[in-house]
């Protein structure tokens, strides 16, 4: 039973450029979360979606980020025209969305480096 | 801001029981303990959680105070594999939509020693 799968697991880009952060959730899981992680710093909730809904963008930069979890295919993070301050690990989450608790599972993320 | 309070570090003796605490005193009527442990720059590793009642499974046991205000994850026989910061986190009962991020705090860095 595969878990949180993430892709790829190390990207390197020059200012400027675009990141793509792949999430594949758990089988049987609908919701998916992302998480930031800053050097030397704990993690930072960005944003949660369900299938084609962004439910909760609460944690994400106003420009330059964006996220979508389309009908068919995983998750993806968008970074656009990266900055050496967005070098960090991306975690990925998913959950069944069950009532009660809904326990949401990692997967072992992406660690984006800007050059 | 994290709604729980955790001592930075602790140290543990390889194979015995490495207790760390957790204050949530602000805690709600609806909102459950869960832990969560990172393995150098793993993942976060889910271990248990709990509402009210103390809670036991392949990994670790959960022990929450009766008034709820704080708790203690237990691992019964460390090993070096357990070294690790540990997060306790409060999180309100699911009930579909809306927010629903987990806050992580600073955490426990767990240190086994051989």
């Known amino acids: 039973n595969a878990g949180v799968m993430q892709n790829p697991r190390h990207l390197v880009r020059r200012r400027g450029q675009e990141a793509r952060l792949r999430c594949s959730p758990m089988?049987?899981?609908?919701?998916v979360y992302w998480y930031r992680q800053l050097p030397e710093e704990g993690l930072k909730f960005m944003v949660y979606?369900?299938?084609?809904?962004?439910?909760?963008e609460s944690g994400m930069p106003k420009e330059r980020f964006s996220a979508e979890f389309p009908k068919e295919g995983p998750s993806i993070l968008r970074i656009q025209q990266v900055v050496r301050g967005d070098s960090a690990a991306y975690f990925c989450?998913?959950?069944?969305?069950?009532?009660?608790?809904?326990?949401?599972?990692f997967g072992p993320g992406t660690r984006l480096t800007v050059l | 801001d994290a709604k729980t309070t955790q001592p930075p570090s602790m140290d543990c003796a390889e194979g015995r029981a490495a207790n760390l605490p957790c204050n949530h005193s602000?805690?709600?009527?609806?909102?459950?303990v869960y832990w969560y442990r990172q393995i150098h720059s793993q993942g976060p590793q889910y271990i248990i959680h709990?509402?009210?009642n103390n809670e036991t499974n392949e990994m670790a046991s959960l022990i929450i105070t009766e008034d709820r205000k704080s708790s203690t994850l237990i691992l019964p026989h460390a090993t070096l594999r357990d070294t690790a910061v540990y997060y306790c986190?409060?999180?309100?009962?699911?009930?579909?939509?809306?927010?629903?991020?987990?806050?992580f705090g600073k955490g426990t860095h767990l240190i086994i020693q051989p």
């Open positions: 986190i409060v999180r309100p009962f699911y009930s579909g939509g809306g927010a629903d991020g987990l806050t």
């Open positions: 602000t805690i709600s009527g609806n909102e459950y």
């Open positions: 989450a998913s959950s069944s969305g069950t009532s009660g608790t809904d326990t949401q599972y």
């Open positions: 979606l369900q299938k084609e809904n962004i439910i909760d």
């Open positions: 089988k049987g899981h609908s919701h």
């Open positions: 709990g509402l009210k």
